[in-house]
């Protein structure tokens, strides 16, 4: 099985929420939350392509063509 991570929000465009107090950026708890998923996904014998990035479109042009089975948004 195909599984596509797209962990929300580009580190260098768009943080997504901030934390006001630790400083803790969304985008970087989605990414570390991906590369979490990923590893136990291809541990399960998935195969795992991740992209991180605003452009949703992007985003989906990359998982269609690369044939996934499942695509996942990480927020």
């Keep these: ?25 969304e985008c970087d708890v989605a990414r570390d939350a991906g590369k979490m998923l990923a590893r136990y996904l291809e541990t399960a014998g998935c195969e795992v392509r991740t992209l991180q990035d605003d452009d949703l479109g992007l985003v989906c042009a990359e998982s269609d063509s690369w044939g996934a089975d499942i695509f996942v948004s990480l927020h």
Excluded: C, E, Q
Excluded at 1 to 24: C, E, Q, R, W
């Design 1 to 25: 099985m195909k599984v596509f991570i797209n962990p929300g929000h580009d580190i260098n465009l768009d943080s997504g929420a901030v934390n006001p107090v630790y400083g803790t950026r």
